[in-house]
């Protein structure tokens, strides 16, 4: 652990801390219907086109079901449309390499992934995809995907703000007011920087160039005679796959490649991007339920699993492997395999913990070569249910789940029905609430225990005992997680993983939606309860302390055994034993 | 009601909620109870592999978790039937006083006829004269008559009943001591104020409250959730090749489950029912209890309530010229025959002023003069003298003279202070002033200020001026007041309190307070009451007592309390049982997690046994905790939170280390693995 990496946490903290309430400010404007912007100017006329598109009336709202409804059509329309591309690109535009379709379970796969915001990728984008598909059929869903995540985000959070009301904003409204406002220009904005760092944005066939000198293969002989550099409109599918934390690669290197992230810099921007919209969310809470500090105390609670998680990660990864030794190895370098020389260790570590903490799942290291507790990081981040800062808007939304169920275990014991933000909860939230949580779980350790010993599911395995076991579990968590990032030892396209994985992004997105929107009709239909002093804290050491211990002991319990068996007993044996996999 | 002062841990309850323990296994039963249905199958399961011989590990293993898991089943069981020990004790001792009686029923020729009292019904009339017991629950129509109601309230005192106004309830089971009167059935057989009583404490009509059902599906989703990372567990240790036994599967999930909470909630219930009724409080529900833990604003009734209800005389003000002593006098000979309380007190005032006791029998010749509403004051006409007390206007017109400005001074003075002043006159010249006041009940202070600390708000209702309202409002320390209250205002400050979202506590007897009764979150009605109030009431007060409404709503919060904390230290527990037994599961075939025995257990079985027998122990080790409930502090949220945390919430985390640890050294001292 190096001063430098030191000095990279604090700054990045530090940076997200001054962002949170800007980005937050805006969101407030944003998913407000009537909300000015200094946008309005060129954008208001397009908002209205949309809407008479879509037939919508703006000034009318809906109410959860009929919300829900909308979002549900909206998302599966989206899933289609992008099915049909990836089956038909070879007759679509912008193909300059002439790709066939995409296989039928392959391309289900990846329309799942975009839909549901979390961009798995059991394909290569620069072997498989048209520039078409990637701009139009993916890239669309890195938008809408991402509105739709902060459109629930936001109706709960209305759901809180508001009483004794039957409806939590009109999701269409949302959705373009998101789109428009907030997701395009931020990403024309970083996109513009991305570029002017390196990151490629054209729509040229792929350059070939004979090899040079130093491509030459040192070791078994094997020279490379030529190199095909992929080009394409990289920057801007790079900037909202981080805003949106949708993580897709447009390589299939995805943020190790140098043309999706060249420098630190755009390392660090790009990390930055991809808490800045659920950090400023957490603003939007406070001001919203007009309690700013239980805003930021929901960013601290958040920030504090961050950067738990952080140190852990960087830690394992600059501890590195104690047999390098054996083979006469200075491990003080760190665990540098699968990395980038351009980002070291501390970089490496803290992209890692960011893309797992958000929803992100775009990489700059190859988790499946991190340590075994480097490795178990990102894995826990994700089974913690993805709400430390989270997936734009699923963040806040399955956060403020956790809440309401950190607020029901202990607030009885205050001597009163517990109470949140002056909402009783009762047994109808209690049960949403518990069916939010329980899908994921349901999700990741069903599907992983079927693969674990089904032929299918040990067919695509790279790697042997508990290593395999890991890259099972995290691929399972990183699908119902909606994260997207891969331990990519394990060869998801087949058709039986395929499928699973869909269907575990699938539950992990729309399954958990539903129970979460009718928790947002609840809290809206519900009285106030005035607050007094026998009010729950909900800012303070202590609401961030039962917070925190909610995440943990409810993702520690559940996970615990079947971590147990994979990174842990891993560690154990590469310390202890010196056995490897 | 004759309390039943009976430990709760007496030894007829324990050896009867033994016996229950062993009735409540029939699985029917436990469905109610998800986490101990859970239980139950479980030991069931690895019965099943003793008897079927499946299975690995060495059958004294088995034998031993499954006896354990039997046992965590049975102690939940016993805590649930310890709970419900003191009330069937109770129950029975009602039982005894509902005997068999023959009823005069007027049938509708006016004929008194003779029929068992199970045969009347609501709306039949009859007579019952003294001696005789009232055959059911009704209202005096004609007459009156003095009641030993002993049966119903353990008072011994008789009570009157009378028809028309708010004493005209009487109630099934209760005596005629004297007098006879007509009475209209109110209720039909089985469903009186008895039988409801004997329902009630046994707590046979005990329905699941709001949050129990809440909290019943957080308990449930963890139990399901531990179900699923339990049946997983098979398949991956399959895939690395750690064979898990069914046994050791099932053991990790008892301790995973929230059994103690599981099976401690039923309990929990019961007692805050059980601790309504030996503070001779009847809830008619447990949501009841549950909601007088949530209310934040109090309805306290002045009269009785607040005040002892008599006015008493706290002072002489003398007026200029006139010794206080004189004062005194004048007014003690004035009050002799007055049987008031407010007379008795100025008697009693005067003996500070070193007059003796003095008695009508001391005065042969006076001519006591009684106090009429014509007049408005009383006195004495004695040798001569001629002495007068009443109301200041009364006494101005008595002595055709004007009131010394010093005197009339004091006048506006008491009554701006809440008190009500008399004026005591002789031979046309006013003496002075004696002022009576309410008088606050001692202690009520400083318990406002702890409900203020917890953000309960108290208001008094009372049909004083404002003036006086404000200034024993000031005086008892209660947050706000009505003052010159009607009945429909209660309703009306009900209403607005509801539909600001605050839940509203009161007290009443008569049958005008019905409606308010109704409309409040938790109505306690008092058992002297109308029938009418105490059917809109949702609890009631045997004793009668007005103040209790604030240990109601104190066993309302410990309930509370007592479920959070008890839940909070069940989950907190499983972290510790995760550091016995998973690293138990996998050293066999990863000899290298071994540093993950932090406890240091000894063997796998005996670190898995002593797990599942802390699991069951805890059960029992917390029983009393449960039916006594957390001692409960008035406090703000804030330092609430952080005290039931702290001692809970850690307290649950930390206190199965040492606990299992311990259990693995008896374990292994007995070589019982």
Not at chain 1, 539 to 555: E, K, P, Q
């Given at each position: 652990m190096t001063v430098y990496g030191g000095l990279q946490l604090a700054l990045f903290l530090g940076c997200l801390f001054l962002l949170t309430k800007p980005v937050g400010l805006c969101l407030v404007r944003v998913l407000d219907p009537g909300g000015r912007t200094w946008l309005d100017r060129p954008l208001k006329p397009v908002e209205r086109l949309l809407y008479r598109f879509l037939g919508v009336d703006p000034a009318k709202e809906q109410d959860w079901r009929s919300y829900t409804r909308s979002l549900l059509l909206f998302s599966l329309a989206g899933l289609l449309f992008t099915y049909a591309v990836l089956r038909l690109q070879h007759l679509l535009p912008l193909n300059p390499q002439r790709f066939g379709p995409l296989a039928p379970d392959l391309a289900f796969n990846t329309a799942a992934s975009f839909t549901t915001n979390t961009n798995w990728q059991n394909y290569a984008g620069e072997t498989t995809?048209?520039?078409f598909s990637q701009m139009v059929g993916l890239v669309f869903h890195n938008f809408v995907s991402a509105a739709a995540g902060i459109a629930v985000a936001a109706a709960l959070v209305r759901g809180l703000a508001r009483h004794a009301s039957r409806t939590v904003g009109n999701f269409w409204v949302d959705l373009v007011r998101v789109n428009l406002y907030l997701l395009l220009p931020m990403s024309l904005v970083l996109s513009l920087f991305l570029a002017s760092q390196g990151v490629v944005q054209n729509f040229r066939p792929y350059v070939k160039t004979a090899a040079g000198a130093g491509a030459t293969g040192a070791g078994a002989g094997n020279a490379i005679a030529a190199q095909v550099l992929p080009q394409g409109p990289a920057a801007s599918q790079v900037a909202i796959k981080m805003l949106g934390t949708n993580g897709g690669g447009?390589?299939?290197?995805?943020?190790?490649?140098?043309?999706?992230?060249?420098t630190p810099l755009s390392n660090f921007v790009q990390m930055l991007a991809i808490f800045l919209i659920p950090a400023g969310l957490t603003y939007y809470l406070g001001r919203k339920v007009k309690d700013r500090k239980h805003g930021w105390a929901v960013w601290t609670s958040m920030a504090l699993l961050f950067l738990v998680a952080a140190l852990v990660c960087w830690k394992a990864e600059s501890a590195g492997n104690p047999r390098l030794r054996t083979l006469g190895l200075d491990p003080r370098g760190g665990s540098m395999e699968g990395k980038e020389v351009r980002f070291g260790v501390p970089a490496s570590a803290l992209f890692a913990t960011v893309t797992t903490d958000a929803s992100c799942g775009a990489v700059n290291a190859m988790h499946d070569s991190f340590t075994p507790l480097g490795g178990l990081v990102p894995l826990v981040n994700i089974e913690l249910g993805e709400v430390v800062f989270g997936g734009v808007g699923s963040g806040l939304y399955g956060m403020i789940v956790f809440i309401v169920l950190a607020v029901f275990l202990t607030g009885l014991m205050v001597g009163r029905t517990p109470e949140y933000l002056g909402k009783k909860i009762e047994a109808y939230d209690v049960k949403v609430s518990v069916l939010t949580i329980l899908v994921p779980i349901f999700a990741i350790l069903g599907f992983s225990a079927a693969a674990s010993?089904?032929?299918?599911?040990?067919?695509?395995?790279?790697?042997?005992?508990?290593?395999?076991?890991?890259?099972?579990?995290?691929?399972?968590?990183?699908?119902?997680?909606?994260?997207?990032?891969?331990?990519?030892?394990?060869?998801?396209?087949?058709?039986?993983?395929?499928?699973?994985?869909?269907?575990?992004?699938?539950?992990?997105?729309?399954?958990?939606?539903?129970?979460?929107?009718a928790l947002a009709g609840s809290l809206a239909r519900k009285k106030l309860v005035p607050a007094d002093e026998a009010s729950f804290p909900v800012?303070?050491?202590?609401?961030?302390?039962?917070?925190?211990?909610?995440?943990?002991?409810?993702?520690a319990l559940t996970f615990l055994p079947a971590l147990a068996l994979g990174p842990i007993v891993e560690h154990f044996l590469m310390t202890g034993s010196g056995v490897l996999f | 009601m004759p309390v039943l002062k009976r430990s709760l841990f007496d030894k007829a309850i324990v050896s009867r909620a033994a016996r229950d323990a062993v009735r409540k296994l029939h699985p029917v039963h436990l469905l109610k109870n998800p986490v101990i249905f859970v239980t139950e199958m479980g030991a069931l399961l690895t019965t099943a592999g003793i008897v079927l011989r499946r299975g690995s590990e060495p059958a004294g293993f088995t034998v031993q978790i499954s006896l354990w898991l039997w046992f965590t089943v049975l102690f939940a069981n016993f805590a649930e039937a310890m709970a419900e020990g003191r009330g069937k004790a109770q129950a029975d001792e009602l039982r005894k006083t509902r005997i068999r009686t023959v009823a005069n029923r007027i049938r509708e020729d006016g004929v008194p006829e003779p029929v068992p009292a199970e045969r009347l019904r609501k709306g039949d009339l009859v007579i019952v004269s003294a001696g005789e017991t009232i055959p059911a629950d009704g209202e005096v129509i004609e007459g009156a008559a003095t009641v030993d109601e002993s049966a119903i309230t353990g008072e011994s005192a008789p009570v009157i009943r009378e028809a028309g106004g708010d004493r005209s309830a009487v109630t099934g089971g209760t005596r005629v001591l004297s007098d006879r009167v007509k009475v209209r059935i109110t209720a039909d057989p089985g469903q009186g104020f008895l039988d409801r009583m004997i329902g009630l404490v046994e707590g046979a009509e005990r329905q699941k409250t709001p949050n129990e059902i809440a909290l019943t599906i957080l308990l449930s989703a963890l139990t399901i959730i531990f179900l699923v990372v339990v049946m997983t567990l098979s398949p991956f240790g399959r895939y690395s090749g750690v064979p898990f036994t069914v046994t050791v599967l099932v053991a990790l999930l008892v301790c995973l489950i929230p059994t103690t909470i599981g099976g401690l909630l039923n309990a929990i219930g019961i007692a805050g029912i059980d601790r309504m009724v030996q503070k001779k409080v009847l809830a008619m529900s447990g949501r009841?209890?549950?909601?007088?833990?949530?209310?934040?604003?109090?309805?306290?009734?002045?009269t009785g309530t607040i005040t002892l209800g008599d006015r008493q005389a706290t002072a002489f003000l003398p007026a200029p010229g006139v010794a206080a002593e004189e004062l005194a006098d004048a007014a003690q000979l004035a009050s002799l025959a007055d049987e008031t309380p407010e007379g008795r007190s100025i008697v009693v005032l005067a003996k500070k002023y070193g007059l003796r006791g003095r008695s009508i029998a001391d005065l042969p010749g006076a001519a006591f003069i009684a106090f009429s509403a014509w007049t408005r004051m009383s006195g004495v006409d004695l040798e001569g003298r001629s002495i007068r007390k009443g109301a200041p206007d009364a006494i101005q017109a008595f002595v055709r003279a004007d009131v010394p400005l010093r005197v009339h001074d004091?006048?506006?003075?008491?009554?701006?202070?809440?008190g009500t002043p008399l004026l005591v006159a002789e031979a046309g010249r006013v003496l002075g002033a004696i002022e009576l006041k309410d008088i606050v009940k001692g202690g009520l202070r400083d318990r406002f200020e702890r409900f203020r600390a917890m953000g309960i708000k108290t208001v008094m209702i009372t049909g004083d001026n404002p003036l006086t309202a404000a200034a024993i409002a000031r005086e008892a320390g209660v947050d706000d007041f009505i003052a010159e209250a009607k009945p429909e205002d209660k309703l009306a400050r009900i209403r607005r309190e509801q539909a600001a979202g605050h839940l509203v506590a009161m007290t009443g007897d008569g049958t005008n307070d019905a409606p308010a009764l109704a409309q409040a979150d938790v109505g306690v009605a008092m058992n002297t009451g109308t029938q009418a109030a105490k059917e809109a009431g949702n609890m009631v007060d045997l004793d009668s007592n007005p103040t209790k409404l604030i240990e109601v709503v104190e066993i309302g919060k410990q309930m509370l309390i007592t479920r959070g904390a008890l839940t909070a230290f069940s989950i907190c527990n499983d972290v510790a049982k995760y550091f016995a037994i998973i690293p138990a599961m996998l050293v066999g075939v990863f000899p290298v997690i071994a540093p993950l025995n932090v406890m240091g257990l000894r063997s796998p079985a005996s670190a898995v046994l002593s797990a599942v027998i802390f699991n069951a122990l805890i059960i029992i080790a917390l029983i009393p905790l449960a039916l006594r409930g957390v001692r409960f502090r008035p406090l703000g949220a804030a330092a609430l939170l952080r005290r039931n945390l702290f001692i809970y919430g850690l307290g649950g985390l930390v206190a199965p280390f040492p606990g299992i640890k311990i259990i693995d050294l008896i374990v292994n001292a007995l070589h019982l693995v």
């Open positions: 995809l048209s520039y447009f390589f299939n290197a995805n943020a190790a490649h140098p043309y999706e992230n060249p010993v089904g032929r299918w599911g040990l067919a695509g395995l790279g790697n042997a005992g508990p290593h395999g076991l890991s890259e099972i579990i995290y691929a399972f968590s990183s699908a119902a997680g909606n994260n997207g990032s891969a331990f990519a030892g394990l060869d998801g396209n087949t058709p039986a993983y395929n499928v699973a994985l869909a269907l575990a992004m699938l539950c992990g997105r729309f399954v958990m939606i539903v129970p979460v929107m800012s303070g050491a202590m609401f961030i302390g039962i917070l925190v211990g909610t995440v943990v002991i409810v993702g | 009841a209890v549950e909601a007088a833990g949530d209310v934040d604003v109090l309805l306290l009734d002045k004091a006048v506006s003075d008491i009554a701006l202070h809440g």
